[in-house]
């Protein structure tokens, strides 16, 4: 096999399938998909988690720490297997199908690491704001709403873009499940070509292709955020 | 029960874990009153400027301020509390004279922190005077704002926005019925204010364009607006570069003559001199020394506080 004939398969392959049989936007649309959303819920199930854990209820602390170091200190693929096989265990009147076990555990496992973005984000703002506010009689709501948040979301926003970049290469975990995300595609046409490198180099270019526009996209937004204050 | 002093402070401990900062300091800090506090680093003072609006809350001791509890009620500063006690009760019958065993409870710790086991009458007290006295920390603060080493103006907010911030929540808190007329005299205060120490055309400005004179000019007109009865100063001009530390003394002092009671920790000591009517020395956690300035620069009696003084002056 030469180096040429490699490009030559991975275009006949991206035309004929990817773009020919539709896997392209299937792919796509279901990596986003899956990423859009636990990317979403994670951020809002993160941010109580983070709360949670700024609270001083010792119980709800060791609970939410226990939760995260799990989380990051086992394998994702694991975590989503779990999921697969708990989440109908335990929504059997809901009989979810495949794709929503990956993203309820896509969901926990991006929870985990956003908390630990937004508390990271906070704590980073100087000390001695809060002291200031505080000095001044503001209540710890105000101070949080008004002096604390503002600076940290600053902090929290690109990381948090970071944390789509990440999910979104998660996403190929879900393959294992045949839920069509833009892995599957190359369990569907090794299927049928028995190619696989030029396969894999092509969803190599689509999942780099998304992630550098994104990771642009944040940058510009970074930096136009930088430029407001 | 309380006399009127604007603040007064009343044997403040501070520990941090096993350390020992503060270990029993009293002073009263009357109406028109400027003290500077001095004192080598690690002594204790920014700490106990800090427990005066409970930046660090006292492990043990009371502050009050116009008359007002901020603190909760230390039990070994009242008398009829002590004797309401069960620990005292049981002292007293095993044939301890009242002095006797006053003196032994406070010394030796010996009140159990759980109210239940000092017996109801005990806990009744620290209630009654609890209750009759206490204001909340956030009400007490606004009565003194502070003003930092290293200014601390909010980042996120430009210089007016930085003014205004805590008088308009204060306006939100009290309720006040015309919000937006209050925030347009607020408006006008700040602006004032600026215009006074001519920094009015860095209204809109972000606290990172600006020196560092400038931001804790800005700082110590942040905490004016407020209105405020005594202003805590925490070495307010040692993060400066020496170029801009006339123009923040100069304000300070303007201040001062203006009336304005301060409590100053500072390690300019000509500063401490010129403006104070009174100097504290703080050294290992004790007011080692206390007077006016003449008698604490010419004539020091403590040890410590003469070698102190034989280094930095």
Avoid at chain 2, 287 to 308: A, H, N, S
Wanted: proline fraction near 4%; hydrophobic fraction near 45%.
């Amino acid at each position: 096999m030469t180096l040429g004939s490699i490009f030559h398969d991975m275009w006949d392959i991206f035309v004929t399938y990817y773009i020919g049989q539709g896997l392209l936007w299937t792919g796509i649309g279901y990596t986003l998909l899956l990423s859009a959303i636990a990317v979403f819920f994670g951020a809002i199930l993160g941010s109580l988690l983070a709360i949670g854990k700024m609270s001083r209820f010792k119980i709800l602390n060791f609970i939410i720490t226990a939760f995260v170091e799990i989380m990051r200190g086992t394998p994702a693929l694991l975590q989503l297997y779990i999921a697969y096989f708990i989440v109908p265990m335990m929504l059997t009147s809901l009989d979810p199908t495949p794709i929503a076990c990956v993203a309820i555990g896509l969901t926990l496992n991006s929870a985990a690491y956003v908390s630990e973005i937004i508390r990271s984000g906070i704590n980073a703002v100087d000390k001695g704001q809060t002291e200031a506010a505080r000095a001044l009689g503001l209540t710890s709501r105000t101070t949080m709403t008004k002096v604390v948040m503002p600076q940290a979301i600053k902090n929290i926003l690109p990381a948090l873009g970071n944390e789509f970049i990440t999910i979104i290469k998660e996403t190929s975990l879900a393959s294992n499940f045949f839920v069509g995300e833009l892995m599957t595609t190359y369990a569907v046409i090794k299927g049928v070509t028995f190619n696989t490198v030029p396969t894999l180099m092509d969803i190599g270019i689509i999942y780099f292709v998304m992630t550098f526009t994104l990771s642009k996209l944040i940058g510009m937004a970074e930096r136009r955020m930088k430029a407001s204050a | 029960m309380h006399d009127q002093n604007m603040l007064e402070i009343k044997n403040i401990y501070k520990n941090f874990g096993s350390l020992k900062v503060l270990k029993g300091v009293s002073t009263k800090v009357d109406k028109g009153e400027v003290i500077s506090i001095i004192g080598a680093s690690g002594s204790g003072k920014s700490t106990l400027l800090r427990c005066m609006n409970l930046l660090e809350e006292p492990t043990f001791g009371e502050v009050w301020i116009e008359g007002k509890l901020m603190t909760p009620v230390d039990p070994y500063l009242h008398y009829d509390v002590i004797r309401a006690s069960n620990t005292y009760k049981k002292l007293l019958t095993a044939g301890m004279a009242d002095m006797d065993a006053i003196t032994k409870i406070k010394s030796e710790d010996m009140l159990q922190e759980k109210h239940s086991k000092e017996g109801p009458e005990y806990k009744a007290l620290m209630e009654k005077i609890y209750k009759e006295n206490h204001i909340d920390t956030n009400l007490g603060r606004r009565k003194m704002s502070m003003v930092f080493q290293q200014f601390n103006l909010f980042n996120n907010l430009n210089v007016l926005d930085n003014i205004m911030l805590a008088p308009i929540e204060t306006a939100k808190y009290n309720k006040v019925k015309d919000l937006n007329a209050e925030k347009e005299k607020i408006r006008e205060q700040a602006m004032t204010l600026l215009k006074r120490i001519g920094l009015e055309d860095k209204a809109g400005v972000y606290p990172s364009k600006l020196s560092g004179g400038q931001k804790q000019r800005i700082a110590i007109v942040r905490s004016l607006a407020m209105n405020p009865d005594v202003m805590l100063f925490d070495e307010p001009t040692s993060a400066l570069d020496p170029e801009m530390i006339g123009e923040v003394l100069d304000l300070m002092k303007e201040l001062a003559k203006a009336g304005m009671t301060m409590v100053i920790v500072t390690h300019e000591m000509g500063f401490a001199r010129e403006v104070s009517n009174r100097v504290l020395f703080v050294d290992e956690g004790y007011i080692k020394e206390e007077g006016t300035p003449e008698q604490v620069f010419e004539d020091p009696k403590d040890p410590r506080l003469q070698d102190f003084l034989s280094k930095v002056l």
